[in-house]
């Protein structure tokens, strides 16, 4: 009898396990959970530092239908800039009322020949519809997956998904500007632009580290880490 209490408590541990494992954002405990943006953190508490997974929330009954309201996004955004396309969020930063909702969104613009460069959202798969012009997007899998590479030309209309934490990336193969929209599971994705993150990261990343790892030069290594790495968000 204690070998199925065992048995069947250790499989409740791995269930409940499985359930944080596999969620992305916490969900909501109430109807909505309006985002208090200017609350410091962390909150000092009987002399502890209390931080925040997310944001604080304020008064439901304080709450107005503009903490729920983002206006613009019909606004072409400049694409003229290093790499052609400029990306407009939506997340709970913009948009208070989208807290512990697990859900944001975000505008592209692409210029002719515009890239939105390879990075990945560790907190967030991505869906994205293609509003004008025509893109030519596509993922790389894990280590694991032996980093296949999945990739498709879509056009009007067309939908495409990126799952959760993968390195992917948009590429406007048309001489006209393009547009899309994308939806992601989290009111916070994230992102880290591949780039930017390993030749422009603060301090630099040991050149011989890079050097090793890429099979270049340390020359060549000491040149990208030089440039200058923008950031389209």
């Given at each position: 009898?204690?070998?199925?209490?065992?048995?069947?408590?250790?499989?409740?541990?791995?269930?409940?396990?499985?359930?944080l494992a596999?969620?992305?954002?916490?969900?909501?405990?109430?109807?909505?959970?309006?985002?208090?943006?200017?609350?410091?953190?962390?909150?000092?508490?009987?002399?502890?530092?209390?931080?925040?997974?997310?944001?604080?929330?304020?008064?439901?009954?304080?709450?107005?239908?503009?903490?729920?309201?983002?206006?613009?996004?019909?606004?072409?955004?400049?694409?003229?800039?290093?790499?052609?396309?400029?990306?407009?969020?939506?997340?709970?930063?913009?948009?208070?009322?989208?807290?512990?909702?697990?859900?944001?969104?975000?505008?592209?613009?692409?210029?002719?020949?515009?890239?939105?460069?390879?990075?990945?959202?560790?907190?967030?798969?991505?869906?994205?519809?293609?509003?004008?012009?025509?893109?030519?997007?596509?993922?790389?899998?894990?280590?694991?997956?032996?980093?296949?590479?999945?990739?498709?030309?879509?056009?009007?209309?067309?939908?495409f998904v990126?799952?959760?934490?993968?390195?992917?990336?948009?590429?406007?193969?048309?001489?006209?500007?393009?547009?899309?929209?994308?939806?992601?599971?989290?009111?916070?994705?994230?992102?880290?632009?591949?780039?930017?993150?390993?030749?422009?990261?603060?301090?630099?990343?040991?050149?011989?580290?890079?050097?090793?790892?890429?099979?270049?030069?340390?020359?060549?290594?000491?040149?990208?880490?030089?440039?200058?790495?923008?950031?389209?968000?």
């Amino acid at each position: 009898m204690k070998g199925v209490h065992f048995l069947l408590s250790t499989l409740a541990i791995l269930a409940f396990a499985t359930f944080l494992a596999s969620a992305s954002d916490p969900s909501p405990l109430q109807d909505f959970c309006v985002a208090i943006n200017d609350t410091k953190s962390p909150v000092i508490l009987n002399g502890i530092a209390v931080f925040v997974n997310g944001k604080f929330c304020k008064d439901p009954k304080l709450a107005n239908a503009n903490d729920f309201f983002l206006s613009g996004f019909q606004i072409p955004r400049s694409t003229q800039n290093p790499v052609g396309s400029t990306v407009t969020p939506a997340n709970v930063d913009q948009i208070a009322g989208l807290n512990t909702l697990g859900i944001s969104l975000a505008r592209i613009d692409f210029g002719p020949n515009g890239l939105n460069p390879p990075h990945t959202h560790p907190r967030g798969t991505e869906i994205l519809v293609v509003l004008e012009g025509t893109l030519y997007v596509g993922f790389v899998t894990s280590n694991g997956d032996g980093n296949r590479l999945f990739t498709k030309v879509l056009n009007k209309g067309d939908v495409f998904v990126f799952p959760i934490g993968l390195i992917h990336f948009q590429l406007n193969v048309g001489h006209v500007n393009a547009v899309a929209l994308a939806a992601l599971s989290s009111q916070n994705p994230g992102v880290i632009t591949i780039a930017n993150a390993v030749f422009g990261s603060k301090p630099p990343i040991n050149p011989e580290v890079l050097a090793k790892a890429f099979k270049v030069d340390n020359k060549v290594v000491n040149y990208l880490q030089k440039q200058f790495w923008y950031n389209n968000s």
